[in-house]
């Protein structure tokens, strides 16, 4: 009788194979693959993806210098161009002076008085935030400097995608002239967050809450821009919301590029309009700081940019 490699006769005289001891090594292998990559995929899909609340990197101090030195150059500059849809600010009456807290912390140099207070609101992932922050950023470069400032991306969802500007969540700014208080009420990670469908940044949105609910409306406010984002107040004295120029002129554009721009405003439109917002920002505090410092104040491109407020 034939011998048969991994096969023995049965009862009936039939030959039966034999499953080889390796075989069923394979395959026990197999099937515990599976269960662990099923256990995996199971985890993977039913835990809670946790997310960065704010992903962007601060600015480096080269940035921060190169605006800072590109904000007082500018001042030689045409200090009002033809911008389309140029935000102009607010002015209210009879309010009482927006001062900042006990100045010991950020603006060590000026003791601990009060001074008058500028307040952003704004959000990580709104395009019209991002272009705001750049002529915001120029403006108060003339009048103190930031030691903390993160670089921001507006949310690829929103109309106008991808503009480069700056978050001012955790910030730190430095004035003998002004106290900066800025916040942004969200970020750029998306959420189920019903209000903008962006992950809250929580602490800082409850400082200047009561501030927006009670200026960002009518009658301070026209009531077709009534909660628009970002929101600018400079002391009580002159609000701005909305847009401060076209944010689409900074689409495609980086900050070597926007930095450059602002520094030689003849040889691109978003360089005159990040200016020319600038400027105006410049002049509306310039009013409550008592026309100080002087070499801003005074220059001729802030007198210009006066006459349009």
Not at 31 to 40: D, F, P, Q, T
Not at 246 to 265: F, N
Request: hydrophobic content about 40%; glycine content about 8%.
């Amino acid at each position: 009788m034939l011998n048969y490699l991994f096969m023995e006769p049965d009862t009936l005289g039939h030959v039966r194979r034999k499953v080889p001891t390796a075989l069923i090594t394979w395959i026990v292998i197999v099937v515990v693959g599976i269960v662990a990559l099923s256990l995996i995929g199971f985890k993977l899909f039913t835990s809670p993806i946790v997310t960065k609340v704010n992903p962007f990197p601060s600015a480096s101090p080269h940035t921060l210098s190169s605006i800072g030195n590109a904000s007082i150059s500018s001042l030689n500059n045409t200090g009002a161009y033809e911008v389309a849809d140029l935000g102009i600010p607010t002015a209210l009456n009879n309010q009482a002076v927006l001062t900042g807290r006990s100045t010991g912390g950020q603006n060590a140099t000026a003791g601990s008085r009060q001074l008058p207070e500028v307040a952003f609101v704004g959000s990580e992932y709104c395009p019209y935030c991002a272009a705001a922050s750049w002529p915001l950023v120029v403006a108060l470069s003339r009048f103190g400097s930031f030691k903390k400032l993160n670089i921001a991306t507006s949310s690829s969802s929103e109309i106008f995608s991808g503009i480069n500007g700056f978050s001012f969540y955790m910030t730190s700014y430095s004035s003998k002239y002004i106290y900066f208080d800025g916040t942004e009420e969200a970020s750029s990670v998306p959420s189920s967050n019903p209000y903008s469908g962006f992950t809250p940044l929580g602490k800082p949105v409850t400082a200047l809450m009561s501030l927006i609910m009670h200026y960002d409306q009518p009658p301070f406010i026209n009531s077709a821009k009534a909660g628009e984002l970002p929101f600018i107040d400079i002391a009580n004295k002159s609000i701005l919301n909305g847009a401060l120029f076209p944010a689409e002129l900074l689409q495609g554009k980086g900050y070597g590029t926007l930095i450059y721009d602002i520094a030689h405003p003849s040889h691109s439109y978003a360089g005159q309009a990040i200016l020319t917002a600038a400027n105006v920002l410049t002049a509306s505090i310039c009013t409550i700081t008592g026309n100080a410092p002087e070499n801003v104040c005074d220059s001729t491109a802030i007198h210009q940019a006066s006459a349009l407020l």
